[in-house]
């Protein structure tokens, strides 16, 4: 655990920017602490190649701090969602996703307010078009609809990689979905990808 008004991160494989609420969400989700002190150690970290996961709220100040591209806005019908959606894995080109199976479809609980991914479009094209959308959210039978997505997001994006793909972002909680007592293990793979996959 590393507070975040240090500025100094100790030697590690993996960084974590956990999901929560920061600073309220007063201002913008996650705008606030993507200017944390230790944010400035996250960039260093992460151009050196350092693998980073932000969840949720940590999706949020990924993309705040321009780690990711695009942003989350308020969920279309402006309404926070706490329940668990299917999402289809869209590349298994990631250490964070090399355990799962290729369009498999998995469940994992959301807990957001703001977790409408918009990208432009060129932005998304050039995510779609480098392989780094990592989930979308879609039915049970891993059908993607335009209305599919619960919270209104842009081609039902629910996870991004960045160009190093060792940066991901993702709005579902797979730490929610990890022991047998959750609703889900799916998110099991995510970590297990992780454990096995880091260099």
Known sequence: MVWHGERVLPHVDLIAVPGGFSYGDYLRAGAMAAHSPIMDAVVAAASKGVAVLGICNGFQVLTERGLLPGTLMRNKYLKFLC??????????????????????????????NEGNY????????????????????????????????????????????????????????????????HISTDGQQLFESLVRHLS
């Open 118 to 181: 918009f990208a432009s479009t060129d932005t998304v094209a050039k995510l779609e078009a480098e392989d780094r959308v990592v989930f979308r959210y879609c039915t049970k039978d891993g059908v993607i609809s335009e209305g599919g997505s619960p919270n209104g997001s842009v081609e039902s994006i629910a996870g991004i990689l960045d160009s190093s793909r060792r940066v991901l972002g993702m709005m579902p909680h797979p730490e929610r979905a990890a022991d047998p007592a």
């Open 83 to 112: 329940r668990v959606v299917n999402l289809k894995v869209e590349t298994k080109d990631s250490l964070f996703t090399a355990e799962f199976a290729l369009k498999g479809v998995v469940a994992m609980p959301i807990a957001h």
